[in-house]
């Protein structure tokens, strides 16, 4: 029995869809679009850069700054959304999780430790402190980021706090929170 190949099939019902949609065709023999990588996918970089600093492989001062900066990209992913599409910020976070963060140390282990942390390479600095800089910019830039992406729903909160003000206006004077429970009526069961 002769095997079938129904990719043409598949791909001209994928090229149909993309025409209802509106998205042009795409170019013959244009070489595919690379896949937008996902938050699982980030989340696997940012466990693959742990695992490169784990067990002393770089010091104590590159170990924490990395946690830093893998801690503060796992806090933004869930909510790039508030970046909108295309951000540069969005990116930023992306490329810092699968390649920015992941090159900078690999460039620091590929070099014999005592030569990286003892011999200045450039400016005076050694390797080294070229790595704590290069971490210490890549985590200042992801709490900006951060602080970006949070300020999202900060702002909204606000706004719906003006909204409900305009709404429903102002309390005269808030009640205590622990405001004793206003008398009732007495029963025979109270004791005087």
């Given at each position: 029995?002769?095997?079938?190949?129904?990719?043409?099939?598949?791909?001209?019902?994928?090229?149909?869809?993309?025409?209802?949609?509106?998205?042009?065709?795409?170019?013959?023999?244009?070489?595919?679009?690379?896949?937008?990588?996902?938050?699982?996918?980030?989340?696997?970089?940012?466990?693959?850069?742990?695992?490169?600093?784990?067990?002393?492989?770089?010091?104590?001062?590159?170990?924490?700054?990395?946690r830093r900066v893998v801690g503060?990209?796992?806090?933004?992913?869930?909510?790039?959304?508030?970046?909108?599409?295309?951000?540069?910020?969005?990116?930023?976070?992306?490329?810092?999780?699968?390649?920015?963060?992941?090159?900078?140390?690999?460039?620091?282990?590929?070099?014999?430790r005592a030569w990286a942390d003892?011999?200045?390479?450039?400016?005076?600095?050694?390797?080294?402190?070229?790595?704590?800089?290069?971490?210490?910019?890549?985590?200042?830039?992801?709490?900006?980021?951060?602080?970006?992406?949070?300020?999202?729903?900060?702002?909204?909160?606000?706004?719906?706090?003006?909204?409900?003000?305009?709404?429903?206006?102002?309390?005269?004077?808030?009640?205590?929170?622990?405001?004793?429970?206003?008398?009732?009526?007495?029963?025979?069961?109270?004791?005087?």
């Amino acid at each position: 029995m002769p095997v079938v190949d129904r990719r043409p099939a598949v791909m001209g019902l994928r090229d149909w869809f993309a025409r209802l949609g509106g998205r042009p065709d795409p170019a013959p023999g244009a070489p595919a679009r690379p896949r937008t990588p996902t938050a699982e996918d980030i989340g696997a970089a940012l466990d693959g850069v742990e695992q490169l600093v784990a067990g002393g492989a770089v010091p104590p001062l590159v170990q924490s700054r990395v946690r830093r900066v893998v801690g503060t990209v796992r806090d933004t992913v869930p909510r790039l959304r508030n970046l909108g599409p295309g951000s540069a910020q969005a990116y930023s976070v992306v490329a810092t999780a699968t390649d920015y963060l992941p090159q900078a140390l690999s460039n620091y282990t590929r070099l014999p430790r005592a030569w990286a942390d003892s011999r200045p390479i450039e400016g005076g600095k050694t390797s080294l402190l070229l790595l704590v800089d290069q971490l210490d910019l890549l985590a200042a830039t992801m709490d900006q980021v951060l602080d970006a992406v949070v300020r999202v729903d900060a702002d909204a909160l606000i706004a719906h706090g003006r909204f409900l003000q305009e709404k429903f206006g102002h309390l005269d004077a808030p009640a205590p929170l622990d405001a004793p429970p206003a008398p009732g009526p007495r029963s025979s069961l109270d004791l005087p």
